[in-house]
């Protein structure tokens, strides 16, 4: 990789970590809130790994694969395409356990 290519991949990386330290995961922000929440936070805490964790964290605050793509130097195709895969898992794992409500 060229010294320009490696410079960008870099920075994508700096930009990157500098955006998560600002969307700290706070596993407390539905507590407060029974049922299907419940079951999400649980989902999102226990079954998803810490990158499609920012990522859906993110997106929820952005509103916009555009305006996330913009935040992380990316495509907003490559941002929908991730949201959507993530979006599948979460609802395949929700499915899994909708039926557990002892749990929640």
């Known amino acids: 990789m060229s010294n320009k290519g490696q410079d960008d991949v870099d920075?994508?990386?700096r930009d990157y970590m500098s955006?998560?330290?600002d969307y700290v995961y706070d596993?407390?922000?539905f507590s407060t809130e029974p049922g299907k929440t419940?079951?999400?936070k649980w989902i999102i805490e226990?079954?998803?790994n810490d990158v499609d964790r920012t990522l859906i964290?993110?997106?929820t605050d952005c509103q916009s694969t555009r305006k996330l793509g913009r935040r992380l130097g990316i495509s907003?195709?490559?941002v929908a395409?991730?949201?959507r895969r993530i979006r599948e898992n979460i609802l395949r794992e929700y499915e899994k356990i909708k039926d557990n409500e002892h749990l929640f």
Request: proline residues 4%; without cysteine.
């Open 76 to 78: 907003h195709s490559l």
């Open 11 to 13: 920075g994508a990386v």
């Open 19 to 21: 955006i998560k330290k």
């Open 81 to 83: 395409r991730e949201i």
């Open 46 to 48: 226990h079954k998803l």
């Open 57 to 59: 964290i993110l997106y």
């Open 27 to 29: 596993p407390d922000m």
């Open 38 to 40: 419940a079951r999400l």
